[in-house]
């Protein structure tokens, strides 16, 4: 069973803005529900002010095209809307077919855990245009989130520098999927385990916790809750020991780590989630190496994030793992990823293609048309630049890159390059061809993928612009189209 319908067990089907419907409405009364329609899923601006964006949320996006219904419960409801007339916004035999209808959409996308870049699609919908437009919100919602988060974690594991991240949101996260959801973007993006219990149920994180300052005050001093944690749990001794003072904390931690050792277990560590962390943490390690637990571990929380952690490793804190909250399941410094879909080309059945572009006085909105496909290029180890371009046109001759924001900027690629597409079939006639990677495989890809970005491309500051682009002739074609939309002659 999929993920979704464990979780929500229902039909999703009108998780879904009332303008998807009433356009597929408007189609179905015009006879043109079964046109041809292709749509892409993008973004415009990379999320947090960086230079790259992970991939994710594939799999839910799957599970959802497989299990796609309206049922008996949507179609009564939806047979209660009221135009502004009084009279039913439905007609019966829409609310028919909806009933009978099952997906036909031809999907392609980027695995999870890709590097992408803006402008480029991360998911290509081709198929009836009704069904292209009711998939719409669902997979923005997955999607937006879903990367936004993966990219996030990322960061925050890049500032960890080879420490070990631990995700410990769910307490502050956005509702249930939005607890569930990032903690699975999260693990994609770097993390190391969870908090999450549900999550490390339906998606096999592996998931960490141990105590509360509740614990500790519940008992009569601080000495006595550790010893009695001890007692109850030998085998998962992490000490939280700023509940009252910090290093007097950590002295009882380590009392009770001596009387653990010669019971034959061993104190993992301890935990700092308040203070100066970059003071505690390198006085703790003095206390806890003079002690002879050189190999205790120093886990910080505390409304961490890359910038602060980033900050913490410059002051040279002795901290190994890092517990990150809140400001990584919500992202807290950029609440939305921004991702679009938009129509780029339609026919009538049996009929040629009309591509399509959507014309804006800002450059960045103006979208591109075709059929599309993104061909990665590699010198060596390391990804050198992205080309857009339209499956039906090809790639003519030497291969080089046209900013589609800036089209003076031109990037040629050398011969001896390969490449790779990008998007992949992953259903056909609606039924999924593609089989989603274990989570480890995918966390694993992104850590590739990131790894063979040049590093300015990572840095936190004015990250270098990794050249993404049109195929020359898909930018003659857009053009084209754009200037005759706009009545200028050629």
């Known amino acids: 069973m999929s993920v979704l319908n464990r979780v929500y067990r229902e039909s999703l089907a009108l998780l879904t803005d009332l303008y998807e419907l009433t356009m597929a409405y408007g189609y179905w009364k015009l006879s043109r529900a079964k046109d041809e329609a292709v749509f892409h899923l993008f973004f415009r601006k990379h999320p947090f002010r960086g230079g790259y964006t992970i991939a994710c949320g594939l799999e839910y996006v799957l599970d959802l095209i497989q299990n796609f219904r309206f049922d008996e419960t949507d179609l009564e409801y939806l047979a209660g809307l009221k135009g502004n007339d009084n009279a039913p916004l439905f007609e019966p035999a829409f609310l028919d077919d909806l009933r009978d209808l099952r997906l036909h959409c031809d999907v392609a996308a980027a695995p999870e855990g890709t590097v992408v870049f803006p402008q480029e699609p991360l998911i290509r919908v081709q198929g009836p245009l009704l069904e292209c437009q009711l998939l719409e919100t669902h997979l923005l919602n997955i999607v937006n989130f879903q990367s936004l988060i993966a990219t996030k974690a990322s960061r925050i594991c890049l500032a960890a520098g080879g420490g070990s991240v631990l995700e410990f949101g769910l307490r502050r996260a956005q509702g249930i999927d939005g607890g569930l959801a990032a903690s699975r973007a ?41 010893d009695a944690y001890a007692k109850a749990m030998p085998n998962n001794c992490i000490f939280l020991v700023d509940t009252y003072d910090t290093l007097e904390g950590v002295a009882h931690a380590i009392e009770v780590g001596r009387r653990l050792r010669e019971g034959g277990h061993k104190m993992i560590g301890i935990r700092l989630d308040s203070g100066d962390l970059a003071y505690l943490s390198v006085e703790a390690r003095k206390m806890l190496d003079a002690a002879g637990f050189t190999d205790a ?10 910038e602060t952690i980033r900050s913490l490793k410059e002051q040279e804190a002795a901290i190994s793992i890092w517990g990150v909250g809140t400001r990584l399941i919500t992202a807290h410094d950029q609440p939305a990823l921004g991702g679009v879909y938009k129509l780029s080309a339609i026919r009538r059945p049996g009929g040629p293609w009309r591509d399509c572009v959507k014309v804006s006085e800002q450059a960045i909105k103006t979208t591109a048309p075709g059929i599309q496909q993104v061909r990665r290029f590699r010198m060596e180890q390391e990804f050198i ?9 090809g790639i003519r001759g030497q291969p080089f890159i046209v900013d589609p924001i800036d089209p003076t900027r031109r990037k040629k690629v050398p011969a001896e390059a390969t490449h790779e597409d990008l998007l992949v079939p992953v259903a056909r006639q609606g039924r999924p061809v593609y089989r989603s990677p274990p989570l480890a495989d995918i966390r694993e890809r992104a850590s590739r993928q990131l790894a063979a970005l040049h590093k300015g491309i990572k840095r936190f500051l004015n990250p270098h612009e990794y050249p993404t682009g049109l195929e020359p002739g898909l930018h003659d074609l857009k053009m084209q189209l754009v200037l005759k939309a706009r009545k200028v002659a050629d």
């Open 385 to 393: 630049g992205d080309m857009i371009y339209d499956e039906r046109l």
């Open 297 to 306: 571990r120093i886990v910080a929380s505390n409304d961490l994030d890359e």
């Open 186 to 226: 999260a693990y994609i993006g770097g993390c190391d385990a969870t908090s999450n219990v549900l999550a490390g149920k339906l998606f096999g994180i592996p998931v960490r916790g141990t105590h509360a300052h509740s614990w500790v005050m519940s008992f009569d001093g601080e000495l006595e809750a550790f």
